[in-house]
């Protein structure tokens, strides 16, 4: 099997990529989201906790 | 188990297998809507309606598939293996359309008792294999024979 | 109480479970990585193509365990829920309401992926059979119950009925998997999960099982990632969470 060949599938290689890609993106964006929204958190409860401590 | 806990487990119970009676009774009922096409013996008993399109579903029978002249229509005869049709499309047939294979079609009946099809969709099985599986599975099949 | 009870008590305390699934994680976000370059490689490479579909047929590595894994988190959640409900416990809670999101997903992709399977195939990227539009209902399931736990202000009586609406979908989960047998369907029936040996051949097989695993191990990893985001939220002012945040 040639290089071509294995893109092309046997001329169905925009179903089985477009398939296999988007639910490569999906997969990936649901792991990095909610680690983004966990360190954007703790920066936001480590701020207004600065604030508090400021305050008193 | 504490006794208010037991309640709210057998509550929790009671209403799942509630839902889950009521839903069936509901599936029962409109059994008839939710199945996807008639069979081709409903077909030929005058079951599928005759005024309006409806979805036909079964196999191609082997060696009927006929192109009359050089354009999209093709004629070719569906079988359930009790009784069979014959069908008229013009049209682009799916990649998986052989004989031998499932498909379902839209259309009406004509007075002949030929169905018109406006859309051919093939059914695929849920055997998968790899050509030479198949191949020998064939010769094996009709050694036995 | 013995060791194993002793230690689930433990995870129910946010500061350990948190602890502890910072540990886990790591080993298992390798060995999900190993699984899904097996699997893609076995589908995408090992595997012969189909004798009827050709290399179309590759497409099932990653609908299929889509489509398990759309049903396997539904039934999780709705039994979370109900432990939830039943017995108080907030960890079951947060395993509910942090499973719908990516349920979701998991049945979006196996909607589809098997639209982009159906085009060629079937001829149609899209038929109202039972079967698929009983995975959609499973999909406005997933958006009701997110849709739900975002509506109520407080959180734990948010949990609460998000529980009942999962437990109440529950009855849809039999009605897809079984839809291709009561109804005529363009769907075909089942390949692996019948009682026969499943049709298929073990070159192929194989590596969608894989996948398939690939794939629970997935679930388990970005369901540990949102429930620990989930936790944090929810006790922004206990003692852990400031000593967690603070430099």
């Given at each position: 099997?040639?290089?071509?060949?294995?893109?092309?599938?046997?001329?169905?290689?925009?179903?089985?990529?477009?398939?296999?890609?988007?639910?490569?993106?999906?997969?990936?964006w649901?792991?990095?989201?909610?680690?983004?929204?966990?360190?954007?958190?703790?920066?936001?409860?480590?701020?207004?906790?600065?604030?508090?401590?400021?305050?008193? | 188990?504490?006794?208010?806990?037991?309640?709210?487990?057998?509550?929790?119970?009671?209403?799942?297998a509630?839902?889950?009676?009521?839903?069936?009774?509901?599936?029962n009922?409109?059994?008839?809507?939710?199945?996807?096409?008639?069979s081709?013996?409903?077909?030929?008993?005058?079951?599928a309606?005759?005024?309006?399109a409806?979805?036909?579903?079964?196999?191609?029978?082997?060696?009927?598939?006929?192109?009359p002249?050089?354009?999209?229509?093709?004629?070719?005869?569906?079988?359930?293996?009790?009784?069979s049709?014959?069908?008229?499309?013009?049209?682009?047939l799916?990649?998986?359309?052989?004989?031998?294979?499932?498909?379902?079609?839209?259309?009406?009946?004509?007075?002949?008792?030929?169905?018109?099809?406006?859309?051919?969709?093939?059914?695929?099985?849920?055997?998968?294999?790899p050509?030479?599986?198949?191949?020998?599975?064939?010769?094996?099949?009709?050694?036995?024979? | 109480?013995?060791?194993?009870?002793?230690?689930?008590?433990?995870?129910?305390?946010?500061?350990?479970?948190?602890?502890?699934?910072?540990k886990?994680?790591?080993?298992?976000?390798?060995?999900?990585?190993?699984?899904?370059?097996?699997?893609?490689y076995?589908?995408?490479?090992?595997?012969?193509?189909?004798?009827?579909?050709?290399?179309?047929f590759?497409?099932?590595?990653?609908?299929?365990?889509?489509?398990?894994?759309?049903?396997?988190?539904?039934?999780?959640?709705?039994?979370?829920?109900?432990?939830?409900?039943?017995?108080?416990?907030?960890?079951?809670?947060?395993v509910?309401?942090?499973?719908?999101?990516?349920?979701?997903?998991?049945?979006?992709?196996?909607?589809?992926?098997?639209?982009?399977?159906?085009?060629?195939?079937?001829?149609?990227?899209?038929?109202?059979?039972?079967?698929?539009?009983?995975?959609?209902?499973?999909?406005?399931?997933?958006?009701?119950?997110?849709?739900?736990?975002?509506?109520?202000e407080?959180?734990?009586?948010?949990?609460?009925?998000?529980?009942?609406?999962?437990?109440?979908?529950?009855?849809?989960?039999?009605?897809?998997?079984?839809?291709?047998?009561?109804?005529?369907?363009?769907?075909?029936?089942?390949t692996?999960?019948?009682?026969?040996?499943?049709?298929?051949?073990?070159?192929?097989?194989?590596?969608?099982?894989?996948?398939?695993?690939?794939?629970?191990?997935?679930?388990?990893?970005?369901?540990?990632?949102?429930?620990?985001?989930?936790?944090?939220?929810?006790?922004?002012?206990?003692?852990?969470?400031?000593?967690?945040?603070s430099?």
């Open positions: 099997m040639t290089f071509s060949e294995f893109i092309n599938m046997s001329g169905y290689g925009h179903y089985v990529w477009s398939s296999f890609g988007i639910t490569l993106v999906l997969l990936v649901q792991v990095i989201q909610p680690i983004n929204e966990l360190n954007e958190l703790k920066r936001k409860i480590s701020q207004s906790n600065l604030r508090n401590t400021k305050r008193r | 188990m504490k006794t208010i806990r037991k309640q709210r487990l057998f509550l929790i119970i009671a209403m799942v509630a839902i889950m009676g009521a839903v069936a009774f509901a599936l009922a409109f059994n008839e809507n939710l199945m996807y096409f008639y081709v013996t409903e077909t030929v008993n005058g079951k309606p005759e005024q309006q409806f979805r036909l579903g079964g196999m191609v029978v082997k060696g009927s598939v006929k192109r002249g050089e354009g999209l229509t093709v004629f070719f005869d569906l079988t359930d293996y009790q009784s049709v014959t069908v008229n499309y013009t049209g682009i799916p990649d998986l359309f052989r004989e031998g294979q499932g498909i379902i079609s839209t259309g009406r009946l004509n007075e002949k008792g030929v169905f018109i099809a406006d859309e051919v969709l093939a059914k695929h099985d849920e055997n998968y294999m050509p030479e599986v198949a191949e020998s599975l064939k010769t094996a099949k009709s050694q036995a024979d | 109480m013995n060791p194993v009870m002793k230690w689930i008590h433990l995870l129910g305390s946010p500061p350990y479970f948190y602890r502890f699934s910072g886990l994680l790591p080993w298992l976000s390798v060995l999900c990585i190993i699984l899904f370059v097996w699997g893609l076995g589908g995408l490479v090992q595997a012969p193509a189909d004798y009827q579909q050709s290399d179309a590759r497409i099932i590595y990653v609908h299929v365990p889509s489509a398990w894994m759309s049903l396997f988190v539904y039934v999780t959640m709705a039994v979370a829920g109900a432990i939830g409900i039943i017995w108080h416990v907030k960890m079951a809670e947060i509910c309401v942090t499973s719908a999101p990516i349920g979701a997903v998991f049945t979006f992709l196996a909607l589809l992926t098997g639209s982009i399977w159906g085009k060629p195939m079937w001829g149609t990227w899209w038929v109202w059979d039972a079967r698929l539009t009983s995975e959609l209902i499973l999909l406005f399931l997933y958006f009701g119950v997110m849709a739900l736990y975002r509506a109520i407080d959180k734990r009586m948010a949990a609460r009925a998000v529980a009942i609406l999962a437990l109440v979908g529950l009855v849809n989960i039999p009605i897809i998997h079984y839809s291709v047998e009561w109804w005529s369907t363009l769907h075909q029936g089942p692996v999960t019948k009682f026969d040996k499943p049709s298929m051949d073990a070159s192929m097989l194989i590596p969608l099982l894989v996948m398939a695993l690939a794939f629970q191990l997935y679930y388990c990893i970005v369901l540990l990632l949102r429930m620990r985001t989930e936790l944090v939220n929810r006790e922004r002012n206990s003692k852990w969470v400031n000593d967690l945040v430099p």
